[in-house]
């Protein structure tokens, strides 16, 4: 079983940066392509941003393109979502999971391609 720990949510206003953290218990961490999902509430869980396996394919959602940036550091077991320029409908429980393959594929915005799942952590932006 992968254990995946989000961190680095909180409250923040618009216009603010932020920076959540993933990391992985995986020993494997660098074979698989990891996602960044969120959920607001009352809405479904929605793709933001996935790369691969090597950090140099990388998807984002259209909301956060421009925004948002996913990074990964394999030496340290660790995903990341830099987000920029925050907006209120930012607001959403922010996801990590792995996606048990190495690369960016059909399917890599779908949360049911996704085999491993962290437990979420918060991000409010509100003025």
């Known amino acids: 079983q992968v254990h995946l720990v989000e961190s680095g949510g909180g409250l923040v206003q618009p216009g603010d940066s932020l920076r959540l953290s993933c990391t992985s218990s995986?020993?494997?961490?660098?074979?698989?392509?990891m996602g960044w999902f969120r959920q607001a509430p009352g809405k479904e869980r929605e793709f933001v941003a996935a790369?691969?396996?090597?950090?140099?394919?990388?998807m984002y959602a259209d909301s956060v393109k421009g925004r948002f940036i996913i990074s990964r550091d394999n030496s340290k077991n660790t995903a990341y979502l830099q987000m920029n320029t925050v907006r209120p409908e930012d607001t959403a429980v922010y996801y990590c999971?792995?996606?048990?393959?190495?690369?960016?594929?059909?399917?890599?915005?779908?949360?049911?391609?996704?085999?491993?799942w962290g437990q979420g952590t918060q991000v409010t932006v509100s003025s």
């Open positions: 999971a792995s996606r048990g393959t190495p690369l960016l594929h059909n399917g890599y915005d779908d949360p049911r391609e996704y085999r491993d």
């Open positions: 995986e020993r494997t961490f660098s074979d698989f392509g």
């Open positions: 790369t691969s396996y090597s950090g140099r394919a990388i």
